[in-house]
């Protein structure tokens, strides 16, 4: 079934907005019958990653991953299955299950199994009192439970590598715009929907101010930077393995609108804050990601112009 010299890779998550992305570059990397697509939904048709291995996985039962893991031979895995912000706030109980609970049945099978791990980290992690442009290390206090979640994602990543050897590692993903497949739960949402809504509607409601800026980043980019990070020597990974900050750009509601406004006639948009304006408000403006620059060289390519230009190319096809 699979080719025995190759590194076979399980993502859990693989029908979100990440995974979709992150299971289309690992296949055409490494082969489709290399790469084990898991979620909790069902795949459908109209999937991204219905093009190779698929299992129905929880990512709170840790028997079936340790079996799927051994079933399939899997040596790394990239933990996508997650609650995003919007829906962690309103239910707080199931984020904390889900995101915690998750990390820790990843990092078992791990420690089990001797795998490599790639494990998310958010700029939720950062509440308002950190600086607006978000060092590396900073007092990590978010008042989101999903942020939280993360903070503790990343001390158990850092746990698993001190106490038990496990090669696990993380991103601190600012806001992500893709079009492969669409966003979903998040505060940063807005920056996705609102290119689907220009083309099929010439107009948006966007639910957060027009002065709110935030960390983004376009999909390709936080695609290159994910598996640069994995690919690196181990000797490159500093004291940030479980959450390296990185930039992609920053900007706010009201420039995301001029630039679609520039290539989309009659585009209107009206701003109607509601309860994810606070989530917002709470993360930085803008990342310094100096470490990860320093450690394994990190670099985005994506401005503005050119993700509006990609994402509307792409969506009107
Ligand atoms: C969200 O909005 O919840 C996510 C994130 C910033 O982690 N996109």
Known sequence: MFAPEVNRIMVTGALGQIGTDLVDELRQRYGNEN??????????????????????????????????????????????????????????????????????????????????????SSIAVFGPEAPKHA??????????????????????????????????????YPGLISWKSPAGGGTTDYAVEIFQAALNHGHYDCFVKPETRLPMMYMDDAIRATLELMDSPIESIGKSRPGYNVSGLSFTAQELVDAIKDKVDGFTCNFFPDIRQKYADSWPDSIDDSFAKEDWSWKAKYDLNRIVDSMLDNLSD
């Open 35 to 120: 790469v084990l697509a898991t979620d909790i939904r069902q795949l459908s048709g109209h999937s991204g990653v219905t093009n190779g291995p698929f299992e129905l996985l929880s990512v709170l039962d840790i028997d079936s991953m340790d079996k799927i893991v051994k079933d399939y031979d899997i040596r790394k895995i990239f933990h996508l299955g997650a609650m995003l912000s919007a829906v962690g706030e309103k239910k707080p109980d199931l984020c904390r299950k889900i995101n915690i609970g998750g990390v820790i049945s990843v990092l078992e099978t791990a420690k089990s199994n001797n795998l490599k791990v790639y494990a998310p």
């Open 135 to 172: 060092p590396q290390n900073t007092p990590l206090n978010p008042t989101t439970v999903y942020g939280e979640t993360k903070v503790i994602g990343e001390n158990l990543i850092n746990d698993y590598w001190t106490k038990y050897n496990v090669d696990a590692r993380g991103l601190r």
